[in-house]
């Protein structure tokens, strides 16, 4: 899992620099748009999650915003509605 949270993170970050997402915009929302390539690529890159719950995605997506330094822990699960794991 951690290789598919450095993925997620280097995704992130390359879709928050090229990705024309106005930073003003809720991070539920960003992750709306950033999601459906993600789930694409994530496929592709660890086929084993080819299916997995969106649950696990967003999880994985909410880890890969934190390790990019995006946002804050407590901001990441106040603005997702989720609690992340303890590192």
Not at 15 to 29: K, S, V
Request: glycine fraction near 6%; hydrophobic fraction near 50%.
């Amino acid at each position: 899992m951690d290789e598919a949270v450095s993925f997620a993170c280097k995704e992130w970050m390359v879709f928050r620099n090229t990705g024309g997402i106005p930073a003003n915009i809720h991070l539920r929302d960003q992750v709306a748009f950033f999601a459906p390539g993600f789930v694409a690529k994530l496929a592709r890159r660890f086929p084993a999650l080819r299916n997995a719950p969106n649950e696990l995605v967003l999880l994985l997506i909410a880890q890969g915003v934190e390790a990019s330094g995006f946002l804050a822990r407590r901001k990441i699960e106040l603005s997702l509605g989720i609690t992340l794991p303890p590192e």
